[in-house]
């Protein structure tokens, strides 16, 4: 028998909060069915890819870098990989290594950030980092030690933590001695026990029973847990290599949202970031993140995307006990560049940003001018796969007062750490309100 | 005991990177102290509280490139005492004003395929040419120090310490070689705002004035430094259209370049 009295009901949150960036929600239920979801983006596009043209390569770096303020190091590195790769040279090495290290601080920073100020809290029902602190105090000053400590590996190799500008195509215009470096060891060693600490920690959260099968793209390298260099894979067939982006990744529009979403030619939503890499790179951490995982009982492959919180804190301890075994082998190097001329042709950079996958593709003339530029931040990736989320996540908790399961959708959708001023692509949204 | 009342802060985000009011959280060290004196009344970056107004201080970044936010900045104009804008974006339309230089149409079509969904104005422009801002702290992005202290100025009701001498001061402060002098690299620190205590020359590279104007900067002076250089008109215009090109100095003379331009 048909009910006609169904029960509709919307969740509006109208800005979401502790996500980098403007973006809204709007969820609308029919009985216990959900109708919609949009995961909506009103952040103004700031065209980066257009103005890019007629900028010189080796602007690349320092302009890009202004699409986020969390994560400049991550356009920097896909960036300068991306140059490199059109002019046919390789940065090998000390200077390879030292592009690691600055890495390192990078994903210590910002996973702290993410781990301590924006996610925690809502595993614990406070509205921010500050209220947390009245009642745990202690945790949330090791937090920010932390998270300090990645800052001062970024401000030592990059010059400052936000907007570095010491990295170049090729290198660095500066390369820093052994002993600038060994500045850090005591820190970083202190800051791999407050990582420890954070795996323990957040596994004894409490987490909603949710699990998806997703398809995990993250890069992969030979030897090591990957940060700028690799192949594409997956765990649903795909292994190809950077170049071959384009040909299995497309940016569609989708009507009821107006926004670019990034997909898989073949499958569709894909996941990146920390869960992705963990999953598909498990064996390329080292011996004490394993542990570290091990001991919080995660091991791959975990599903439960807001288990990630864990992962974040293991991928800590990996970066600072990458970051001192650089440290420990560290050589400055003979010159802070590789020197080339720039030739014309089509480069194509990809690495491992704190949320993720971050790809750059650009063409260039013989004078190194940019003549087009093609930037895929990972927030653009995975927001098809968080709106899949909420599809999913919300029939299970539709018995929650509205509140609740407001509070609930928030959280699902903080998993990624969803940065979206990164999202150079995203459109102006048309907001349906009822 | 009457307690007193601490002031409500409120931290507000336009057209922008997120780094300025990342700088905030930067303090690791005075975060929690900095939320003893203040009441962090907006701050979504950080929390979902958001406490109704008139707030006593506003800080906001990012340019104003939509409608939506034309208006919204009037908006909080309105309930906050004080209007402080951050950084480069804030106070000259930021990196994304280089669309004032060229149609706008084309950056949309360059990037979007279906252009007709963005709402967007022809021009990036700072806050001040909608609404009064009060105070304006220059860089791309803000030095954290410099932000503290101008929190803690407006607390106590005093100047903040922000100084208005070109980045050349800071290098020699800090010992540095001139890079310009001595190594021919062309600099902008001549004619940029001082904040970032000479970042590029201490990292052997010449400044890209990501602080900004100067007061009275000598634009033309550099100019023709750099031409000694072998700096070409084309490369100068890029030179003065960057994180500070909407700004009015540097956009006078990137206009002279593009004038001069083959």
Redesign the interface.
């Given at each position: 028998m048909k009910n006609d009295k169904v029960n509709t009901k919307t969740i509006k949150v109208d800005?979401?909060?502790?996500?980098?960036?403007?973006g809204a929600l709007y969820v609308k239920i029919k009985g216990n069915t959900v109708t919609d979801v949009k995961f909506k983006i009103?952040?103004?596009?700031?065209?980066?890819?257009?103005?890019l043209?007629g900028?010189?390569f080796c602007?690349a770096p320092?302009?890009t870098a202004?699409?986020?303020?969390?994560c400049?190091v991550a356009y920097q590195m896909s960036s300068s990989h991306a140059m490199e790769d059109a002019f046919g040279i390789r940065v090998d090495g000390q200077l390879r290594a030292l592009r690691r290290l600055l890495y390192c601080g990078e994903w210590i920073e910002s996973h702290a950030?993410h781990v301590y100020?924006?996610h925690a809290p809502d595993f614990f029902g406070y509205?921010?980092?500050?209220?947390m602190?009245k009642d745990y105090?202690d945790i949330?000053?090791r937090g920010?030690?932390l998270?300090?400590t990645g800052?001062e590996v970024v401000i030592l190799i990059g010059?400052?933590?936000?907007?570095p500008?010491?990295v170049?195509v090729g290198g660095?215009?500066?390369a820093l001695t052994k002993q600038e470096l060994n500045s850090l060891t005591e820190k970083l060693k202190r800051a791999r026990d407050i990582a420890l600490e954070a795996v323990s920690w957040t596994a004894k959260f409490d987490y909603p029973d949710f699990e998806q099968d997703y398809e995990f793209v993250a890069l992969r390298h030979p030897d090591e847990y990957p940060f700028n260099e690799g192949k594409l894979i997956s765990n649903k067939g795909l292994d190809i290599f950077v170049h071959e982006y384009d040909n299995h990744f497309i940016e569609e529009?989708v009507a009821y949202t107006?926004a670019?979403h990034s997909k898989l030619k073949e499958r569709g939503a894909y996941f990146v970031g920390p869960l992705a890499r963990f999953n598909l790179n498990f064996d390329r951490l080292s011996p004490l993140a394993k542990e570290a995982a091990h001991s919080a009982g995660l091991s791959p492959v975990c599903r439960n995307p807001f288990k990630s919180i864990i992962v974040r804190s293991v991928e800590m301890v990996y970066a600072c006990d990458e970051a001192l075994r650089i440290i420990g082998q560290y050589e400055k190097p003979e010159i802070?560049a590789i020197p080339f001329q720039p030739t014309a042709g089509t480069g194509y950079g990809c690495t491992e940003a704190p949320r993720g996958i971050l790809y750059h593709r650009y063409r260039v003339d013989d004078n190194g001018r940019i003549l087009?530029a093609k930037i895929v931040p990972p927030t653009s990736q995975n927001q098809k796969t968080i709106e899949n989320d909420l599809w999913q996540f919300i029939p299970k908790y539709l018995d929650l007062p509205s509140e609740e399961l407001k509070y609930d959708c928030?959280k699902a959708i903080r998993n990624y750490d969803p940065?979206i001023?990164c999202a150079?692509?995203f459109?102006?949204f048309?907001i349906d309100r009822e | 005991m009457v307690q007193k009342r601490k002031p409500k802060l409120a931290v507000w985000k336009f057209a922008s990177c997120d780094g300025c009011q990342l700088t905030i959280l930067d303090c690791e060290d005075e975060l929690l102290t900095l939320t003893d004196k203040v009441d962090i009344s907006v701050f979504l970056e950080a929390s979902r509280t958001v406490k109704k107004g008139p707030y006593d201080i506003s800080l906001a970044e990012g340019s104003i490139t939509t409608q939506h936010d034309a208006e919204r900045i009037k908006k909080i104009r309105k309930v906050s005492k004080l209007l402080i804008g951050l950084g480069a974006c804030a106070s000259a339309g930021g990196i994304q004003s280089l669309r004032n230089f060229t149609n706008v149409k084309d950056f949309i079509s360059a990037v979007y395929p279906s252009p007709e969904y963005i709402e967007t104005l022809d021009t990036s422009t700072p806050f001040s040419r909608h609404v009064h801002v009060d105070y304006e702290l220059q860089g791309c992005p803000i030095n954290k120090h410099q932000l503290l202290d101008v929190i803690s100025a407006f607390l106590h009701g005093r100047k903040p310490n922000t100084t208005s001498y070109s980045v050349c001061i800071e290098c020699k402060r800090r010992g540095n070689v001139c890079v310009m002098v001595a190594h021919g690299i062309p600099c902008m620190g001549p004619v940029t705002h001082a904040g970032c205590s000479a970042l590029c020359p201490t990292y052997n590279r010449g400044c890209y004035g990501c602080y900004g104007p100067k007061e009275t900067p000598n634009t033309a002076s550099l100019s023709n430094w750099f031409k000694r250089l072998g700096v070409n008109e084309a490369d100068l215009v890029r030179y003065f259209r960057s994180y500070y090109g909407n700004s009015e100095h540097f956009y006078k003379e990137s206009k002279v370049h593009m004038k001069k331009r083959s």
């Open positions: 800005y979401l909060a502790r996500v980098e960036g403007e009103f952040e103004p596009p700031r065209f980066f890819e257009a103005f043209r900028r010189s602007e320092d302009i202004r699409i986020c303020g969390i400049p950030l100020l924006l509205d921010d980092a500050i209220q602190a105090p949330v000053q920010l030690q998270k300090k800052n010059g400052r933590e936000i907007h500008i010491n170049r660095f215009y500066k529009q107006n670019l802070p087009d928030e940065c001023s150079t692509h459109l102006k048309n | -």
